[in-house]
């Protein structure tokens, strides 16, 4: 069985950086293929960034490229989002996914096996 804890989020005034933290246990998240979603009250989930396993490719949506980064710490066992220049839009409960088992297409939230409970991000501006 998979958990995954996410860490890191809180309120930051705009243009400013938080970095959250999803450690998973059980599994490790090199074999994984990770990912960043969020939701924001009375909106659709959207895919923030995610990497597939053994470097096979990353994904950023354009809302997020060039500001936010995900990478692996594998001896951690832990997946990061640092979020840079955060913007009035971006406040949402934030959550990591895993999937083991592959996706076929890197943003189909609906193949992700594994979730995290969510951890809040709020921007002042």
């Known amino acids: 069985q998979v958990q995954l804890v996410e860490s890191g989020g809180g309120l930051v005034q705009a243009g400013g950086s938080l970095r959250l933290a999803c450690s998973a246990s059980?599994?490790?998240?090199?074999?994984?293929?990770m990912g960043w979603c969020r939701q924001a009250p009375g909106k659709v989930r959207e895919f923030v960034a995610a990497?597939?396993?053994?470097?096979?490719?990353?994904y950023d949506a354009d809302s997020v490229k060039g500001r936010f980064t995900l990478y692996r710490d594998n001896a951690k066992n832990t997946v990061y989002l640092q979020m840079n220049s955060l913007k009035p839009e971006d406040p949402a409960v934030y959550f990591c996914?895993?999937?083991?088992?592959?996706?076929?297409?890197?943003?189909?939230?609906?193949?992700?096996?594994?979730w995290g409970q969510g951890i809040q991000v709020t921007v002042s501006s």
């Open positions: 990497i597939r396993r053994s470097g096979g490719g990353t």
């Open positions: 996914a895993a999937s083991y088992g592959g996706v076929s297409a890197i943003t189909h939230d609906y193949e992700y096996d594994y």
């Open positions: 059980g599994r490790a998240v090199s074999m994984a293929t």
